[in-house]
């Protein structure tokens, strides 16, 4: 096991293939600050998720040590999306290859969904690998009825982002004043709010009182087994 966070970034930063030029563009932070933590100026950082993700390492081996240090299925380097090359040569990457969100119970979420983005942390049953489309603070949720059908069946895993905004038409998690939160489309239609069901079978819904935003869905995960 790798001693100390400084040594593990380092790796991870090798293991990726980048400098850490790149690697602090890509996680949203200065040069100086991916060079601090490498050289053990600093001994923890809220980046540590975006890093690991961005990587291709597992988020709890770099925050802890513990465990193998590639995610399952990625590659000991960043997927190309282009084949454009630098002035040495060598092939630009531009994007992170996989990346892996928590999947949590409802009954959790019901338990913690009031909480603030950055405390949300309930209890994690399994872990679901997925394209990289939204935040580091994205989780996953199992479909629980079949009121969202065609689309998105029951059992199906969804990924929620809870730094996204909810707007009409968008598919996202929420709750009304404290209720149990719910998948469903919001529609807004004037001054009237709606979440809209997409099975026929099951009513609209008109959000009376204030509706709280948990998160917005970034895409759906199916496996096939």
């Given amino acids: 096991m790798t001693s100390t966070l400084s040594e593990r970034i380092k790796q991870a930063r090798k293991h990726a293939g ?8 890509r996680v949203g932070i200065s040069q100086t600050a991916i060079h601090k933590l490498e050289g053990g100026g600093s001994h923890s950082s809220r980046k540590t998720v975006a890093i690991a993700l961005t990587c291709g390492v597992d988020p709890i081996w770099l ?9 399952p299925g990625a590659s000991s380097y960043l997927e190309e999306t282009y084949s ?4 040495r040569g060598d ?10 969100v928590p999947l949590v119970s409802w009954e959790e979420l019901v338990k913690h969904g009031d909480e603030p983005v950055e405390g949300f942390a309930p209890e994690v049953s399994a872990w679901v690998p997925v394209a990289p489309k939204g935040s580091d603070r994205c989780f996953a ?4 009825d079949d009121s969202m ?5 029951e059992g199906e895993v969804i990924v929620i982002d809870p730094l996204q905004e909810g707007g009409h038409n968008k598919f996202l998690v929420a709750s009304e004043s404290g209720n149990r939160p719910t998948f469903k489309q919001l529609v807004m239609h004037g001054e009237q709010i709606y979440l809209k069901p997409l099975n026929s079978r ?24």
């Fill in 18 to 25: 980048i400098t850490q030029k790149e690697l602090a563009m």
């Fill in 63 to 71: 925050d802890t040590g513990l465990g193998e240090m590639a995610l």
């Fill in 84 to 87: 454009d090359t630098n002035e």
């Fill in 91 to 100: 092939r630009k990457n531009t994007a992170r290859l996989i990346a892996r």
């Fill in 141 to 144: 949720l199992k479909v629980p």
């Fill in 149 to 153: 059908e065609p689309d998105f069946g």
């Fill in 202 to 225: 099951y009513p609209l819904i008109p959000v009376k009182n204030d509706l709280k935003v948990i998160g917005v869905l970034v895409c759906k995960y199916k496996d096939y087994q």
